[in-house]
């Protein structure tokens, strides 16, 4: 199998990490995206995460029954930060072919990573590149041998999580901005709301303890 792995805080997903998944997905020709959540995301230990078990409930949410996408939680058995190396160690042994999507800036950082030189020997690198992003592929890391870096134009989609962690908690609608099970699971749970969030603003959650299935 053509397995792409697509990591992240995913906190929440969107819609833009699943176009760029089906980007990827059509451009090499992979049999299967596996969206990877980092447990402790060794980059973002400057500020407080969802805890692992809501955000893979939402990522399997996001995925749906779509069987082009799955999530991966290995990561999340483990203790401490994520590292890829790990995770592509852990991954190589079921015999897939193992495609690492990474953005532009990750891609531009590459040679800081633990053991970039394996990440390589492991896995082939498609690199995620918007429309307007900076980056000359094969630019970075060539000197670390292994397998070809993959260039992946992708639909240019300006949806972060943290804008969506802002408008929940400012009350304004994050619909169509998320799946709608993402939506529903976010109100559900009263993730991302501010102390100062309406509860009645549309697309924002509600009480804690009201149904998913209560829509406007």
């Given at each position: 199998?053509?397995?792409?792995?697509?990591?992240?805080?995913?906190?929440?997903?969107?819609?833009?990490?699943?176009?760029?998944?089906?980007?990827?997905?059509?451009?090499?020709?992979?049999?299967?995206?596996?969206?990877v959540p980092a447990a402790i995301p060794p980059h973002k230990q400057d500020r407080p995460v969802t805890p692992a078990p809501e955000?893979?409930?939402?990522?399997?949410?996001?995925?749906?029954?779509?069987?082009?996408?799955?999530?991966?939680?290995?990561?999340?058995?483990?203790?401490?930060?994520?590292?890829?190396?790990?995770?592509?160690?852990?991954?190589?042994?079921?015999?897939?072919?193992?495609?690492?999507?990474?953005?532009?800036?990750?891609?531009?950082?590459?040679?800081?990573?633990?053991?970039?030189?394996?990440?390589?020997?492991l896995a082939t690198l498609g690199v995620l590149r918007r429309a307007g992003d900076e980056v000359r592929i094969g630019a970075v890391?060539?000197?670390?041998?292994?397998?070809?870096?993959?260039?992946?134009?992708?639909?240019?989609?300006?949806?972060?999580?943290?804008?969506?962690?802002?408008?929940?908690?400012?009350?304004?609608?994050?619909?169509?901005l998320v799946p709608p099970g993402v939506e529903a699971y976010i109100r559900a749970h009263g993730l991302y709301r501010g102390p100062?969030?309406?509860?009645?603003?549309?697309?924002?959650?509600?009480?804690?303890?009201?149904?998913?299935?209560?829509?406007?």
């Amino acid at each position: 199998m053509r397995l792409g792995l697509l990591g992240g805080t995913f906190d929440p997903p969107h819609i833009g990490h699943l176009i760029a998944a089906q980007d990827a997905l059509q451009v090499l020709a992979l049999d299967c995206v596996a969206l990877v959540p980092a447990a402790i995301p060794p980059h973002k230990q400057d500020r407080p995460v969802t805890p692992a078990p809501e955000r893979a409930a939402m990522l399997a949410l996001a995925c749906g029954d779509d069987p082009r996408f799955r999530v991966e939680t290995l990561e999340l058995d483990r203790t401490g930060p994520s590292y890829t190396i790990d995770t592509l160690r852990a991954l190589a042994s079921h015999g897939d072919e193992l495609f690492l999507l990474i953005g532009t800036d990750q891609y531009a950082e590459f040679g800081t990573w633990r053991e970039p030189e394996e990440v390589r020997r492991l896995a082939t690198l498609g690199v995620l590149r918007r429309a307007g992003d900076e980056v000359r592929i094969g630019a970075v890391g060539d000197d670390l041998g292994g397998r070809p870096v993959r260039d992946v134009p992708v639909t240019r989609i300006d949806i972060s999580s943290t804008l969506i962690r802002e408008a929940v908690a400012a009350g304004r609608s994050i619909r169509y901005l998320v799946p709608p099970g993402v939506e529903a699971y976010i109100r559900a749970h009263g993730l991302y709301r501010g102390p100062e969030t309406p509860l009645e603003a549309e697309g924002a959650p509600r009480d804690r303890h009201s149904s998913p299935n209560d829509e406007q």
